[in-house]
């Protein structure tokens, strides 16, 4: 239920390049939705087997969150040292669920149960990213270093750390994912309640 892709675009400012943001991590959240319909929870099942986001060449996953990261730097030097003065963040989450078409009021029931299951599970992975950003603010804050006058290692240095962040949280997201989707895990408790079994 989750397809998680991560863009990083670190853009470093040197000397006296300002960065316009404001400080701090920004977060901007999109929601979409693509309209299913059926009669039983089994057609439902088979409508988001259909129309659903794609995950991977021939799977189709019930719902998706999707985010991009872009990270602006203002690095300025002093004395021969270079300074991460300032590291705006911005997180770009797009949740993709299904939306139920009119239908009668007993899949109504068992839908309105299932989405609510399927939002949580939706928004632990937007958790997870929203975490990650945080992460990231600390490691690099007070990063500074000998450098060139275009602060050419600082600037690697704020990639490595970004990506040594973004590879932790990607382990907890995969981790997380992993839990949820496992034979008799939260994910099957979901649609075996929509379908309508025991």
């Given at each position: ?32 939705n693509y309209d299913v319909a059926g009669k039983t929870g089994a057609e439902l099942v088979e409508a988001m087997d259909r129309q659903g986001p794609k995950h991977g060449y021939m ?36 949740y993709t669920f299904p939306r139920l078409s009119p239908a009668s009021p007993g899949p109504r029931k068992r839908w ?87």
């Open positions: 239920m989750r397809l998680t892709s991560l863009t990083m675009l670190a853009a470093a400012c040197a000397l006296s390049c300002v960065s316009a943001a404001s400080a701090g991590t920004k977060i901007v959240v999109h929601v979409r799977t189709r996953a019930i719902a998706e969150t999707g985010y991009t990261v872009h990270w602006d730097f203002d690095i300025g030097r002093q004395d021969g040292i270079c300074h991460l003065r300032q590291a705006n963040g911005t997180l770009d989450l797009t309105d149960r299932f989405m609510a299951g399927v939002r949580k599970h939706e928004h632990t992975h937007g958790r997870i990213a929203k975490a990650m950003m945080r992460a990231t603010e600390t490691a690099l804050a007070g990063l500074e270093r000998p450098d060139n006058w275009f602060c050419t290692g600082t600037h690697f240095e704020a990639r490595r750390r970004i990506n040594a962040i973004y590879a932790e949280y990607e382990a907890k997201q995969n981790a997380f994912d992993a839990r949820e989707h496992r034979n008799g895990g939260h994910v099957e408790h979901l649609v075996d309640a929509l379908v309508g079994k025991p």
